[in-house]
């Protein structure tokens, strides 16, 4: 049976895609956290003032908001709630490119990671928050979720580090991204920890 607003069922619609990320700020960070993700995004302030502001980097109107609201707190790292959001990239060189440019704005990584299904690059933002930037490593869902489900990922969700600076040279030396883009299998791993 199909649902309707007659008999809706219980399951759920299904959103069309993930629309946008608002993030709170402190008033005294707000500039810092729209300069930041206009430069990490490569992106253009829709509209701003001194309490909000709007970004994009494609067709959609914002996909990043910030918003000053008096009282905030400093990010608690210890905290439970949100830990990042992330954004996918075409291509190893395109994520590799990003890398190089963010790095010449002061942005850095603080962790690389091949998980298997993405080759991923983390970044904090000025307020601690985590941005995943990542390509995807097979050419299709079902690819992926048939590695999700493999006993090399049950042994290791996590994934394989690496350094930037390798994958660069990878690339320039001509090697394939389907080839990169394989994890290495070095067996369990537990969740990392990072110094905030």
């Known amino acids: ?11 759920v619609v299904k959103p069309i895609r993930l629309a946008h990320i608002v ?24 509209y701003e003032n001194e309490y909000i502001a709007f970004l994009s980097y494609d067709s959609e109107h914002h996909r990043v908001a910030i918003l000053a609201m008096p ?13 990042h959001f992330a954004f996918t990239f075409a291509n190893l060189n395109d994520l590799a490119l990003g890398y190089l440019q963010r790095k010449a704005n ?17 970044y904090h933002d000025p ?3 985590d941005i995943e930037t990542q390509v995807d490593s097979f050419e299709t869902a079902e690819k992926a979720t048939a590695f999700m489900v493999s006993k090399e990922f049950a042994e290791n969700p ?18 394939s991204e389907e080839k990169i883009l394989v994890r ?13």
């Open 127 to 129: 307020d601690g928050n």
């Open 23 to 46: 993030l709170k700020t402190q008033p005294s960070n707000f500039k810092k956290m729209v300069d930041f993700y206009a430069t990490f995004l490569s992106a253009t302030v829709s």
């Open 106 to 122: 002061g942005i850095t990584p603080y962790w690389c990671v091949n998980h298997g299904p993405t080759m991923s690059m983390y």
């Open 1 to 11: 049976m199909t649902a309707n607003l007659s008999n809706p069922g219980a399951q």
């Open 158 to 175: 996590i994934g394989v580090d690496f350094v930037p600076e390798d994958l660069i040279k990878r690339l320039e030396a001509g090697e």
């Open 184 to 196: 290495e299998n070095i067996g369990p791993r537990g969740v990392p920890t990072f110094d905030e």
């Open 71 to 83: 009282d905030i707190t400093p990010r608690d790292p210890k905290s439970a709630g949100l830990l």
